[in-house]
């Protein structure tokens, strides 16, 4: 049996009751940025927290309320796999239809984010984003052989994070359009209203960052051929 071990992170101690017991508690007390939960990535990928596992992954508090699925599901369903694929994630009832739409990046609700996506990936692998097939994963939710989650991290995540700082940071920080969750109970769902985001970094809106970010591993996994099982 392969070692799996999940990071869940959570900033509040309301959401401790969101937590799966399958999964080790991630407190993050830094500051948020609109690079959201991709810091955390960085920041343990640095550590070498995955080095001590066969499989790693790092979800959110609100998995539950995303997936309605638990450690438990997931854990049966690598072992009923008998640990034949290298990344697993949980959007098998919502594949994309590739006649349609090649990849997330075609995604119509936030304005510029097939702009930074065709630049990004142009820029760090020469490929055309726009023909580009990947399954769907969105809120970085998949788990993965731990040398892909290094290789992710290390060749897409962290040189990603700096473009969107660097050469396409004006495009990054236009508004985004997103406004779910604003009726919400705010701290439970992680949500940042307008007056948040002012102080969090300064404008009332959020930026294109986490919502770039959140494509990458789907493509990533897709320009390395690597294997994929959709819960």
């Known amino acids: 049996m392969s070692n799996v071990r999940i990071r869940q992170i959570y900033y509040s101690p309301i959401q401790i009751g969101m937590l799966d017991n399958e999964w080790v508690p991630y407190h993050n007390k830094d500051k948020v940025t609109p690079f959201f939960e991709n810091n955390v990535f960085k920041k343990l990928y640095l550590e070498k927290d995955h080095n001590r596992s066969d499989y790693y992954g790092i979800f959110s508090s609100k998995f539950f309320n995303k997936h309605n699925k638990t450690g438990s599901d997931l854990n049966r369903f690598m072992v009923q796999d008998e640990y034949q694929h290298d990344i697993y994630s949980f959007f ?11 990849n997330t990046f075609l995604d119509t609700y936030h304005p510029h984010l097939l702009e930074i996506g065709c630049k990004l990936i142009k820029t760090l692998f020469s490929e055309d984003l726009t023909t580009l097939k990947a399954d769907r994963i969105y809120y970085n939710h998949w788990a993965a052989k731990s040398y892909i ?13 700096d473009l969107l700082n660097g050469e396409l940071k004006e495009l990054a920080w236009k508004d ?14 992680g949500i940042m209203n307008e007056q948040k985001c002012i102080e969090a970094w300064g404008v009332p809106y959020y930026p294109h960052h986490a919502f770039v970010l959140e494509r990458l591993p789907s493509i990533y996994f897709a320009l390395k051929g690597y294997t994929i099982r959709q819960l």
């Open 149 to 161: 989650f290094d290789g992710y991290c290390k060749e897409m995540l962290l040189p990603a994070m």
């Open 92 to 102: 098998g009832g919502k594949q994309l239809d590739h006649s349609k739409q090649v």
């Open 176 to 189: 985004s359009k997103y406004k779910e969750g604003y009726n919400m109970n705010l701290e439970l769902a």
